[in-house]
């Protein structure tokens, strides 16, 4: 028997803007029953080509032995591959495989756009000009989607002579921009023009051929300033388990690391799991960490899951009764309840935002007060442990400053 208990910051809220980023939602195409294609994904013109689905478990282009490439998806089942540069081509020679978003950007929100991409093994020739546009409507009036669309401007795009030969590796091309409010649409391509695009040759074994086609996968746009969200304080019983943090989802999942306390977490202290949610089972009352990072900007969030039933409702009532005091505090913090706790709680735990433990000593309630001295710590926001006489533990959370 497992206890669900399913917090989800917002069940609505968007995490990844990109509908199926990670191709693995497939769809028969009505125009060739044999072949798939991934949902949400077309062109802008839908009887133009834009790129095909590749999968390692659906007919009849399977990879990672195809004609096209060697390469597995970098995460499932499915990528996507595209002609990106070809100017010998009579048609054709240009794929820009549109996304219609979850919902319309935010206005003056800045969003971390990422894209991971492998040149095909037949190419001939990498190229630099790879990019994403986020734009509204207008997109739908495009028709001539095969020649270079030039005269957008990608808001995202690889470096100018960062030009990607890579058939083994996938590459990743990040950046971040502030939407308008009006991009409903996503386009990925190749936004210049054949002169200038840079490339370098790959392959000469498929000369006089001039082509560049990339494989595509784990497309995510997510809000740069998104809050790292660990779940909510709960309890279960022994034997039971609980859902953590967030439904995962390409590119969130990969922002975020799990750790749990008292591990000490540093740069390399290994992650018990990297994803935006999971499940766990402890078997005592235990504290859980996420570090989320997101284009390069961390934060953190923790999550307490205590294990003794019996008491679920005194101690959430417990943990809502305490108040600290101050908060911010300079060199003593002061903890107070309305009901007597002399028999309940015997020792503090302090640790900082990374899971550090930093102070560790007994504590005596008198009149529902006791206090801890904080005059070591530097400024900062810290977490503070109360443990329980029955292994229970009431945690909160206070800042220094001085």
């Known amino acids: 028997m497992i206890l669900l208990t399913l917090y989800f910051k917002g069940n609505s809220q968007i995490i990844n803007y990109i509908n199926n980023g990670g191709f693995e939602e497939v769809i028969t195409n009505t125009s060739t029953p044999l072949f798939y294609s991934a949902k949400y994904w077309g062109a802008t013109d839908s009887v133009k080509a834009y790129g095909e689905l590749l999968s390692k478990i659906t ?12 390469q597995w998806p970098r995460h499932g089942s499915n990528h996507l591959i595209s002609l990106q ?3 010998t081509c009579s048609f054709n020679k240009r794929g820009y495989p549109r996304n219609r978003l979850k919902h319309n950007l935010k206005a003056g929100e800045i969003y971390c756009v990422t894209i991971h991409v492998n040149l095909s093994n037949q190419s001939t020739y990498g190229i630099d000009a790879i990019g994403a546009y986020f734009g509204d409507g207008s997109l739908d009036t495009i028709t001539q989607c095969s020649i270079p669309i030039t005269y957008l401007t990608p808001q995202i795009a690889n470096p100018v002579n960062n030009i990607i030969t890579d058939t083994l590796n996938w590459i990743t091309i990040k950046g971040t921009f502030t939407a308008t409010g009006a991009e409903k649409y996503m386009l990925i391509g190749n936004f210049k023009s054949d002169a200038n695009t840079n490339k370098a040759l790959a392959n000469p074994t498929n000369l006089p051929a001039f082509a560049a086609d990339y494989l595509i996968d784990d497309v995510s746009c997510i809000e740069l300033n998104l809050p790292a969200f660990a779940g909510r304080d709960t309890s279960i019983f022994a034997g039971h388990s609980v ?11 990969e922002a975020c690391k799990w750790y749990k306390l008292p591990t000490i977490i540093t740069p390399t ?3 018990i799991d990297t994803v935006a949610g999971f499940w766990v089972s402890p078997i005592t009352t235990s504290t859980y960490v996420v570090r989320q990072e997101i284009c390069g900007l961390v934060k953190w969030d923790t999550v307490v899951v205590y294990m003794d039933a019996v008491g679920i409702e005194k101690f959430n009532l417990l943990k809502n009764d305490l108040r600290l ?17 002399e028999n309940e709680f015997k020792t503090i735990s302090i640790y900082n935002k990374l899971g550090q433990l930093l102070q560790e000593e007994d504590l005596i309630f008198k009149n529902k007060t006791a206090s801890v001295k904080t005059d070591d710590l530097e400024n900062g926001v810290y977490f503070l442990k109360l443990h329980g006489t029955n292994s229970q533990t009431v945690s909160k959370r ?3 400053n001085r």
Do not use: E, W
């Open 59 to 70: 007919f009849p282009i399977k990879v990672p032995l195809c004609n096209y490439t060697y």
């Open 85 to 87: 540069y070809c100017p």
């Open 243 to 253: 859902f953590l943090g967030r439904q995962p989802d390409v590119g969130i999942d």
């Open 269 to 271: 202290t290994p992650a």
């Open 325 to 341: 005091f101050p908060n911010p505090a300079q060199d003593i913090l002061q903890m107070q309840f309305t009901v007597d706790v």
């Open 398 to 400: 206070f800042v220094i």
